[in-house]
């Protein structure tokens, strides 16, 4: 089946999400939609599966123009999508999640779930799944999710289907796996709308690619245009992917982690016994799958975690049971996995969120006063050096997009004395311009010295800026590894599998 | 210029459309609950304008009984004509304090529920220095003030001390301190301490004179200092709200705690500072209500400006000078109902139901911008407060 949009418009408030966008989709063909963060793909999708309704604008199936007001139209005209986050219940088995919605009845009304097993194992077969329909979801691991979300559009004969940044929450083997998957539904007749904003994949995967900026499509380019092609007509500009790494010189250790146990309230270890060494100068990365401890060991660093058991030492100096005031004030700079919950206080001035740590000291308060002319020079200063881009210090940070936000976070951590800079996912959902500039001051911050502890699960972001490589899996470190590891090296170890 | 009206109306617009608002449609529940009117539904000539006498009526009496009253002016001046003010502001002094305590934990991200049992420990502790404690003027007062507020803020204190400690949530358990003490003070008035000689109602001894909160204008006026305790009070509230460490760190707490305990705010102490600062406001309330209007404990001697408060603070969206205005309107409608009922032949009960719906349609910006059919009316941020698992 092909799809085709025509002229496909949606505006929230003063913002226009899709400014008449227009692209189809070919029978059997797997088209890559590549934009940034917030340059309207979702927007586009939903209104494509009927979440959203369209200002105006057409959808057509085979030709012929459909109306889609919710997901059942887009179901009964053949498009099934797998969204971004999923959509499954997690106490529920993987039968019931795919039946939701369809289920089948018998006379008195009972469930009868024999003809919808049958489907699904043949189903699964025909794609070299295995898949238990008796599991419940919440047991089983997100690659396997991602399958029942897939397997649950094609049960209702999706030809068209629309995976929405499938692979955010991939290891690196399950991308591979899904990318695999894929390239079998084409095959099998299925066209495929890919949305992702990485370029490594979408050029693995895509017949074509359209690029989307800013709500509008900007361009579409063949799988064989280069990273740097690709990039620069997502974002508008020429882009650095690399960030230049200029040789420097390993100093002494700054922290060191011995024994380190984790623990939640109910007493499961959730990082267990890790150790390590980080020597100024030295990026060290832990990488690894989301959810295997690496957010409890950042947070324990500053002494956010409660039930921590084994030794910190920060030059030397045991940190483990400071508060976190104290901890920041020891010298680590701290920027948190999520921005929006941990990093900023929305509601609060630019200026305001600049000075959450620092508001006791001068210049910002004299005594229990607080100097607001002080503390506004002081955000303006940090505004022009962060190149933090606002109307004024005074809006709230709510107002600010994601990279601006990160910047007031940076700004803010980054201007205390620093011997340690713990970044979270410090580009998670940024653009390609914003990522850059992290880097950047990532990389400054070795440069001048410091020690940089760097959590991502971006694999390009941990090659591209760590001297080393920890990985993390359930709650251990697994290896210790040179920055030149191989991609497939640092994958397996990333699925658990030491050789 | 510009940008300061903006701001004035985008603060004052959507509590005033409220106001007028809830007047109206209590208009019609005045005429439609008036046996006269209802007589005359079969004559429309007659019904409108009877209808539009008995609203007339009763407002002008809510009018006269909280502010200016002709009739008292008339052979005594027109100074005299302001007792029904004087009374208002009496009425509004303890609400403005308990008000602002109610305010103050809203800005941290606490749901004080229990301005009640605040107040009542400071309305004991002022009352007991008050005939207990023989002093000179000044120091009795100040004595008898700081008694009722070390006090609430110790009862307050609690609170915030469970919440940090258990995680025990501040409206449950300020529900229940209130309880506890509407039957402390039920019991202490029957001990030989607090009971009055020879009376066997719950009532304590009167404060001595040198206790008393000084009378502002002349004998004839129940209004006392205590206004200018309350609005003093208030501004101080604003002052360490948005010009401290200490009201920024209220602030960060309450508008996202993650984010604040990351940046190495204390939660818990901020938690424990604010729940004691919110006792002491309601305790000086009781306090001031004691020393300046009742001078002798009473067993209801709370009334409802506790529970009042709440509402108070909604109203006032949790801002020390909002605060103080609403409460100045519920010490009119209060007042000011009083003699409503009693010269006209509408009930003090519609003074309920015109504070209820202003609330309701401050609570709920939505609804008035659906029915006023305002767009993009600039409205603040609702007043947060954390839900069962905050």
Redo the contacts between chains.
Sequence with gaps: MSLELKGITKSFGPLVANDSIDLFVNDGEILAILGENGAGKSTLMNIVYGLLAADSGEILVDGKAVTINEPRDALSAGIGMVHQHFMLIPVFTVLENIVLGHEATSKLGALNLVQAREKLLALATDFGFTIDPDALIEDLPVGVQQRVEILKALMYDAKILILDEPTAVLTPQETDELLEVIKRLRAQGSSVIFISHKLREVKALADRITVIRRGKVVGSAAPSASQEELASLMVGRAVNLAPDRTPHTIGDVVLKVEGLTVSDPTGRALVKAVSFDLRGGEVLAIAGVQGNGQSELAQAIINLEDHVHGSILLDDKEIVGLSVHQSLHEGIAYIPESREEDGLISSFSIADNLILDTHREPPYAKGISLSPSAIETEAALKAEEFDIRAQSIKDPASSLSGGNKQKVVLARELSRPVKLLVASQPTRGLDVGSIEFVHERILAERDAGRAVLLFSTELDEVLALADRIAVMYAGQILAIVDATVSREKLGLLMAGVVE | MKKILDRVLGSTLLPGLSFLLAFSISGFVIALSDSKVLKLVGSPGKFLGTALATVGNAYLALFQGSIYDPNLARGHGFLQGLYPLSETIVTATPLILTGLAVALAFQSGLFNIGAQGQFIFGAIAASYVGFHVTLTPVLHVLLALFAGIASAAVWGGIVGLLKARTGAHEVIVTIMMNYIAGFFILWILKTTTFLRHGRIDPIAPEVHQSAQLPHLAGPNFRLHAGILIALATAALVWWLLN????G??F??VG??A?????????VATVTIATMALCGALAGLGGAVHVLGSEYALTADIAGSFGFDAITVALLGRARPLGTVFAALLFGALRTGGRTMQANTTTPLDIVLVIQALIVLFIAAPTLIRFILRIKNLKTQ?AIKSKGWNG
């Excluded at chain 2, 010009?243 to 200490?246: E, G």
């Excluded at chain 2, 993650?258 to 204390?266: D, F």
């Design positions: 010009r401290t460490t200490i920024f760190r602030r960060a508008a996202n993650a984010a604040a305990k990351t940046a190495g705010i204390s941020d």
